[in-house]
């Protein structure tokens, strides 16, 4: 798709809904770059042609609609930096997507009262879409939300989990809001972004799991690679702390120590076998974990083994304690036509043949060239940047 050109003044139902100053045939590039919770941000460039008029036209402050991957329709850039030299008859420019507006909003802190005709500092307490009804509520727009309202955008999630640590009294930007400080929604719920033109959608999960499986070293002949062992144990020592009393001469608390040979059973739980990979422990304190059990140095020994084992065996299943963790860049076409389904926030299986085992790999980043429709890159493993980075205040 080739993108098509917006005035700087055009408006939300301009921008959705119409072709604007039109087509820009004579772009030669057009790429766009999207991480989890991160940039999304497209670079176009043009040839001046006197045959093409409106390639003359473009410039930074201007939008852009183009396709920024296969699933999502169209998506509104807007023109914010221009590399070019004054010699050559290209121009390159790099666009933002149109949800970086939201950084403009500015929340203004507090509840007004009319009654003592001043702001008060408050708290809401209530879901990701509740929170964000608050804020942009009819009951509070006399004083707590300043908003383009040309440029209103619309919010979803289905994260229906409550807090009241989410800061809605400081003034700041709804962008801050969403996921730029430790008391942001991103922060506090966890979720994962998912930006369409004026609608953003907060979810648990934005992708899917899919039944695909990368063979390290088998079907990928062409990829960088990240690969750390940082967190790969062999073992886990799990153990429960016991209070028995205090020190008479000091009078610190002493404690007793259950694990599973108490039961006359292996200090260790056992991952892997310390022959594919060199012995590492994780030392595992589940004293928190398992204080419902009240368990003490008079529980019978198979009661013990059995709560810490199962305990144990939960845990390691729930983290991926034997699989390195990998970043993994695909660019080789054969492989990225393969993978030409796959979304960003996807989770895939990458396989490890020397040690045995199987990792769950996220796509955290992906570059799709506009103008083939069609991905550039495929990014896999641990996501590497926060929306705290999306919406960094400009120097």
């Keep these: 798709m080739l993108p098509i050109l917006y005035g700087e003044n055009s408006t939300k139902e301009e921008l959705l809904n119409t072709n604007g100053l039109g087509v820009l045939t004579t772009c030669t590039e057009c790429t766009v770059t999207e991480e989890r919770n991160g940039i999304f941000e497209c670079s176009i460039t043009v040839v001046i042609s006197d045959a093409d008029p409106l390639s003359k036209k473009v410039e930074v402050g201007k939008f852009v609609k183009l396709k920024a991957n296969p699933q999502q329709v169209p998506q509104i850039f807007e023109l914010y930096s221009e590399n070019s030299t004054i010699t050559?008859?290209?121009?390159?420019?790099?666009?933002?997507?149109?949800?970086?507006?939201?950084?403009?909003?500015?929340?203004?802190?507090?509840?007004?009262?009319?009654?003592?005709?001043?702001?008060?500092?408050?708290?809401?307490?209530?879901?990701?879409?509740?929170?964000?009804?608050?804020?942009?509520s009819n009951t509070n727009s006399n004083g707590v939300v300043f908003v383009d309202d040309d440029k209103a955008f619309s919010f979803a999630s289905d994260i229906k989990t409550e807090s009241e640590k989410v800061d809605v009294h400081s003034i700041r930007t709804v962008g801050d809001f969403l996921g730029?400080?430790?008391?942001?929604?991103?922060?506090?719920?966890?979720?994962?972004?998912?930006?369409?033109?004026?609608?953003?959608?907060?979810?648990?999960?934005?992708?899917?799991?899919?039944?695909?499986?990368?063979?390290?070293?088998?079907?990928?002949?062409?990829?960088?690679?990240?690969?750390?062992?940082?967190?790969?144990?062999?073992?886990?020592?799990?153990?429960?702390k016991v209070e028995l009393g205090k020190d008479a001469s000091t009078n610190e608390t002493v404690y007793g120590i259950l694990n599973l040979h108490r039961n006359g059973g292996p200090l260790v739980y056992t991952l892997i076998s310390d022959t594919t990979f060199h012995r590492k422990i994780l030392e595992l304190d589940l004293t928190e974990t398992l204080k419902s059990k009240k368990m003490d140095m008079n529980t019978p020994?198979?009661?013990?083994?059995?709560?810490?084992?199962?305990?144990?065996?939960?845990?390691?299943?729930?983290?991926?304690?034997?699989?390195?963790?990998?970043?993994?860049?695909?660019?080789?076409?054969?492989?990225?036509?393969?993978?030409?389904?796959?979304?960003l926030c996807d989770t895939v299986s990458v396989y490890f043949p020397t040690l045995q085992s199987t990792a769950k790999a996220k796509v955290t980043k992906v570059v799709f060239d506009s103008l083939l429709e069609r991905y550039n890159s495929i990014e896999l493993g641990t996501p590497k940047k926060s929306l705290a980075n999306l919406f960094k205040k400009e120097e």
């Design 301 to 343: 020994g198979a009661t013990v083994y059995l709560n810490i084992y199962n305990e144990t065996e939960k845990y390691a299943k729930d983290n991926q304690l034997t699989v390195p963790e990998v970043s993994l860049t695909i660019t080789a076409e054969n492989e990225l036509e393969e993978m030409k389904n796959i979304a």
């Design 88 to 136: 050559d008859r290209k121009r390159t420019f790099t666009g933002r997507h149109i949800h970086y507006f939201l950084n403009y909003n500015l929340i203004q802190g507090g509840l007004y009262l009319s009654s003592s005709g001043h702001y008060n500092y408050g708290v809401c307490s209530g879901t990701p879409s509740e929170i964000w009804d608050f804020i942009f």
């Design 180 to 240: 730029g400080d430790s008391k942001s929604l991103l922060q506090i719920f966890k979720g994962e972004y998912m930006w369409d033109n004026f609608n953003v959608e907060f979810l648990k999960n934005r992708g899917s799991n899919k039944n695909l499986v990368i063979k390290y070293g088998v079907n990928l002949k062409s990829f960088q690679q990240e690969k750390n062992i940082e967190k790969m144990y062999t073992h886990i020592y799990p153990y429960v």
